[in-house]
């Protein structure tokens, strides 16, 4: 397993005189695994919420407001962190098997938007938490 295995897929957004339609993930597309829920988090600016490891979901995050930087991290991997930012200025979807260490910042004022299609509904047991001092990650940089 590799940090490479987390793709980055451009979305496609439409103008249109009424408002942008802005596409997130279609059957179709590489990386549906199945469906299993759809939830939206506010990301407040600033804010770090970090660490989560799922051990059997696959996730596609979307931000289809304001601007995340994602941060996985995979022990004995080097380099051993990987930063994707994406939002409005960057629309596209993350990709992400199980198995990877993961924490995200809300980089937008003032706040973003954060959207996960996933392959299986929530299960508390699925998940695997630190907190964000157990793992060494400069937030403060850009």
Known sequence: MSLNEINVTPLQRISTSGGDVMHAMKRTDPGYFGFGEVYFSWVEAGVVKAWKCHRCMSLNLV?????IRFVFHQEGSVPAFRVE?????????????????????????????????ADLPHDPEEVLRKSVEEIQYDWSGG
């Open 63 to 67: 931000a289809p407001l304001g601007c």
């Open 85 to 117: 930012v994406i939002g409005e200025d960057r629309y596209a979807r993350l990709t992400v098997p199980p198995g990877f260490w993961f924490g995200f910042q809300g980089l937008g004022e003032p706040r973003s938007l954060l959207m996960n299609v």
